[in-house]
């Protein structure tokens, strides 16, 4: 309605066409207008007309898209009005089965429009789809949301929602894990330069380099497996939290009421519900749960960071396609793009973190409802941003491409400084020289070294320098031993192989179904 009256505001009757505000004003010809403002579409109901998020629509997959769909919720909040109302004629509540067949049958039975004309009416989203749900189970209205506030169903829904978006996010996470640790198996004797600083420290290898990676991914695993087991349902627990509807419909009956919650909280699939809730359970469980998700943002961002800059030296690069376009302007690029993006969608995951806390530091008493918009945003894109995440740094991982011949050319660039401690102890060892005096020697080598690789962009000739200097000859026999690279990366391959067989393949095994199939990204 607001598009049409725009478009009706704006159009030029006279001559059928579309007024700028520079041609209203008068002071821009109607062709210089055309060049500066695209006319308006003429069908305010084109399916392009609307902002989607990219969350859904570019990037998560179909299933966790699904998890957080209005089917999936309204779906669930009617599962949850049937258990509810189960365990009330288990109980002993005079409610038919017939009643409870109906409400059964019309599960999927949703009429999305004329819930949306309720909700205008009352201005209240659970009363509105109580209203739906009624309207096609006429039998079982009068007993629909009998006792409950609308925190039993939408908390609830919400806990279950977060559970089953677990499940579908850590085995991703696993994937993850899976692969970049084959990764690493595959290059854990690979010399390659260690930074610190962002400057040359010593050696590592390619593989321990990667297992830094897996140890985040790993802690992320662990911290979302146990969130999501530490869940528990709100249950039925009434308008404050304290179940004095409940007490009342069970005629003062305590261990009805406790029966009644225990039945509905297994009916939901889980195994306890929280004793102490206010009107909804407490907004601090949204701050471990998007908290963890944040820190696997940070994860993915550290390792993805890490690529970025290794593609820039030409060392390791992400898979790039037979017919990818690195830039519209410069052919040669081969832009990292999919380590960008995981960057990208981590930072606004990381970002993410801040609303719970401040949702649950102003909650008022048992509730105040300044949380449900927040949540309603948060919660999803939290999740959503984390799948298409795990998703991406999946496809990335299971086709990371190394240039072995690059990074050995950088290893040679810098290892000879990095060996001149090793060379000065040999000395004194193998020599018996002076300390003091060979540590001068190789200072003065090594500052000539430097100039030729800083003001004349030669290769490094430490060694060779070293080789035809006479001071050096005693260890002349054994200097290239000592400047093989594989001679300074420690125990790095000991570590790669000692750190997947100890840690890494236990955490994977509750997962050993679910590691099959590639992560194919259509953008």
Same mark, same amino acid.
């Given at each position: 309605?607001?598009?049409?009256?725009?478009?009706?505001?704006?159009?030029? @009757?006279?001559?059928?066409?579309?007024?700028?505000?520079?041609?209203?004003?008068?002071?821009?010809?109607?062709? $210089?207008?055309?060049?500066?403002?695209?006319?308006?579409?003429?069908?305010?109901?084109?399916?392009?007309?609307?902002?989607?998020?990219?969350?859904?629509? &570019?990037? %998560?997959?179909?299933?966790?898209?699904? !998890?957080?769909?209005?089917?999936?919720?309204?779906?669930?909040?009617?599962?949850?009005?049937?258990?509810? $109302?189960?365990?009330?004629?288990?109980?002993?509540?005079?409610?038919?089965?017939?009643?409870?067949?109906?409400?059964?049958?019309?599960?999927?039975?949703?009429?999305?429009?004329? $819930?949306?004309?309720?909700?205008?009416?009352?201005?209240?989203?659970?009363?509105?789809?109580?209203?739906?749900?009624?309207?096609?189970?006429?039998?079982?209205?009068?007993?629909?949301?009998?006792?409950?506030?609308?925190?039993?169903?939408?908390?609830?829904?919400?806990?279950?929602?977060?559970?089953?978006?677990?499940?579908?996010?850590?085995?991703?996470?696993?994937?993850?894990?899976? @692969?970049?640790?084959?990764?690493?198996? !595959?290059?854990?004797?690979?010399?390659?330069?260690?930074?610190?600083?962002?400057?040359?420290?010593?050696?590592?290898?390619?593989?321990?380099?990667?297992?830094?990676?897996?140890?985040?991914?790993?802690?992320?695993?662990?911290?979302?497996? &146990?969130?999501?087991?530490?869940?528990?349902?709100?249950?039925?627990?009434?308008?404050?939290?304290?179940?004095?509807?409940?007490?009342?419909?069970?005629?003062? !009956?305590?261990?009805?009421?406790?029966?009644?919650?225990?039945?509905?909280?297994?009916?939901?699939?889980?195994?306890?519900?929280?004793?102490?809730?206010?009107?909804?359970?407490?907004?601090?469980?949204?701050?471990?749960?998007?908290?963890?998700?944040?820190?696997?943002? %940070?994860?993915? =961002?550290?390792?993805?960071?890490?690529?970025?800059?290794?593609?820039?030296?030409?060392?390791?690069?992400?898979?790039?396609?037979?017919?990818?376009?690195? %830039?519209?302007?410069?052919?040669?690029?081969?832009?990292?793009?999919?380590?960008?993006?995981?960057?990208?969608?981590?930072?606004?995951?990381?970002?993410?973190?801040?609303?719970?806390?401040?949702? =649950?530091?102003?909650?008022?008493?048992? @509730?105040?409802?300044?949380?449900?918009?927040?949540?309603?945003?948060?919660?999803?894109?939290?999740?959503?941003?984390?799948?298409? /995440?795990?998703?991406?740094?999946?496809?990335?991982?299971?086709?990371?491409?190394?240039?072995?011949?690059?990074?050995?050319?950088?290893?040679?660039?810098?290892?000879?400084?990095?060996?001149?401690?090793?060379?000065?102890?040999?000395?004194?060892?193998?020599?018996?020289? !002076?300390?003091?005096?060979?540590?001068?020697?190789?200072?003065? =080598?090594?500052?000539?070294?430097?100039?030729?690789?800083?003001? @004349?962009?030669?290769?490094?000739?430490?060694?060779? &320098?070293?080789?035809?200097?006479?001071?050096?000859?005693?260890? =002349?026999?054994?200097?290239?031993?000592?400047?093989?690279?594989?001679?300074?990366?420690?125990?790095?391959?000991?570590?790669?192989?000692?750190?997947?067989?100890?840690? /890494?393949?236990?955490?994977?095994?509750?997962?050993?179904?679910?590691?099959?199939?590639?992560?194919?990204?259509?953008?």
């Amino acid at each position: 309605l607001l598009l049409n009256r725009l478009m009706a505001g704006m159009t030029d @009757r006279s001559e059928g066409g579309l007024m700028t505000p520079q041609s209203q004003r008068g002071g821009q010809s109607r062709g $210089a207008a055309a060049a500066t403002a695209a006319p308006m579409p003429v069908e305010p109901d084109h399916e392009f007309m609307t902002y989607k998020t990219p969350l859904v629509g &570019r990037y %998560s997959s179909p299933e966790m898209a699904y !998890n957080f769909s209005d089917h999936k919720k309204f779906t669930t909040w009617r599962k949850l009005w049937l258990y509810l $109302a189960e365990a009330q004629q288990t109980l002993g509540l005079p409610i038919r089965t017939d009643q409870l067949k109906e409400m059964h049958d019309n599960i999927l039975n949703i009429d999305f429009d004329y $819930a949306a004309q309720e909700e205008r009416r009352v201005r209240h989203d659970v009363m509105a789809h109580v209203n739906t749900f009624a309207a096609v189970c006429p039998n079982a209205a009068p007993i629909i949301h009998l006792g409950a506030t609308s925190c039993y169903v939408g908390d609830n829904a919400d806990l279950i929602m977060i559970r089953d978006a677990f499940d579908i996010l850590m085995p991703k996470v696993a994937r993850c894990i899976q @692969r970049l640790s084959v990764f690493a198996q !595959n290059h854990a004797d690979l010399p390659t330069l260690a930074y610190t600083h962002y400057q040359p420290a010593q050696l590592t290898t390619v593989g321990k380099r990667t297992c830094l990676w897996i140890a985040d991914l790993v802690q992320d695993l662990k911290n979302m497996h &146990r969130v999501r087991n530490e869940l528990k349902f709100r249950g039925v627990k009434g308008t404050t939290g304290t179940q004095a509807s409940f007490v009342t419909l069970f005629s003062d !009956n305590p261990d009805k009421v406790d029966l009644l919650d225990k039945l509905v909280t297994e009916k939901a699939g889980f195994s306890d519900s929280y004793i102490i809730t206010g009107q909804t359970y407490s907004r601090k469980v949204d701050v471990d749960v998007v908290n963890c998700l944040a820190s696997f943002g %940070s994860t993915a =961002h550290k390792m993805c960071t890490d690529i970025r800059l290794l593609a820039s030296m030409k060392e390791i690069e992400e898979p790039f396609e037979s017919d990818q376009i690195g %830039s519209s302007a410069m052919p040669y690029k081969r832009n990292p793009m999919r380590c960008e993006r995981v960057c990208s969608l981590s930072r606004h995951m990381m970002t993410l973190a801040s609303n719970p806390l401040q949702t =649950h530091s102003t909650q008022w008493f048992e @509730r105040t409802l300044d949380d449900s918009a927040n949540r309603r945003i948060t919660l999803a894109e939290a999740f959503l941003t984390g799948d298409v /995440v795990a998703s991406t740094v999946q496809n990335i991982s299971e086709g990371l491409v190394v240039f072995p011949s690059v990074i050995a050319k950088r290893v040679q660039q810098e290892l000879p400084f990095m060996l001149s401690e090793q060379i000065l102890m040999e000395m004194v060892r193998v020599g018996g020289a !002076n300390r003091q005096e060979a540590h001068e020697k190789l200072r003065q =080598h090594s500052i000539e070294a430097g100039l030729m690789v800083k003001q @004349r962009g030669l290769e490094n000739d430490l060694m060779q &320098r070293i080789k035809q200097d006479a001071y050096f000859q005693p260890i =002349h026999a054994i200097i290239d031993e000592i400047a093989h690279p594989s001679m300074h990366t420690g125990r790095c391959a000991t570590q790669v192989r000692r750190f997947i067989d100890s840690e /890494v393949t236990t955490l994977l095994k509750p997962f050993a179904h679910q590691l099959e199939g590639l992560a194919e990204l259509t953008l």
